[in-house]
Nanobody
Framework: QVQLVQSGGGLVQAGGSLRLWCAASGTAISTYAMGWFRQAPGKEREFVAAISWNNDSTDYADSVKGRFTISRNNAYTVYLQMSDLKPEDTAVYSC??????????????????WGQGTQVTVSS
């Protein structure tokens, strides 16, 4: 499994932007699909975005399409750029790495390694 450490997040007003970082420790993630998930209080964890191991494909939840962008720029870091944030985006966000190299099934990817989670709070 891959060790993932997250940073970013915090409090922002509606309409604002935030960027989340997810850094792999010790193991390159360039051959793994990566994803972002979130969990709001009292709700189940939900898929937010995913990117294929070769960056050729991305997938987004309908609720964030056009506002969020998943990307990575090296072998160890993946990002989630969030714009036009809404109060309903408030949640704990977690990054995840796929279980198997060279595998990407969008939200159905078997994600096996998880970051520690980071709080994003959007005020109205």
């Amino acid at each position: 499994q891959v060790q993932l450490v997250q940073s970013g997040g915090g409090l922002v007003q509606a309409g604002g932007s935030l960027r989340l970082w997810c850094a792999a420790s010790g193991t390159a993630i360039s051959t793994y699909a990566m994803g972002w998930f979130r969990q709001a209080p009292g709700k189940e964890r939900e898929f937010v975005a995913a990117i294929s191991w070769n960056n050729d494909s991305t997938d987004y939840a309908d609720s964030v399409k056009g506002r969020f962008t998943i990307s990575r720029n090296n072998a160890y870091t993946v990002y989630l750029q969030m714009s036009d944030l809404k109060p309903e985006d408030t949640a704990v966000y977690s990054c995840a790495a796929g279980r198997r190299r060279y595998d990407f099934q969008g939200p159905r990817t078997d994600f096996a390694s998880w970051g520690q989670g980071t709080q994003v709070t959007v005020s109205s």
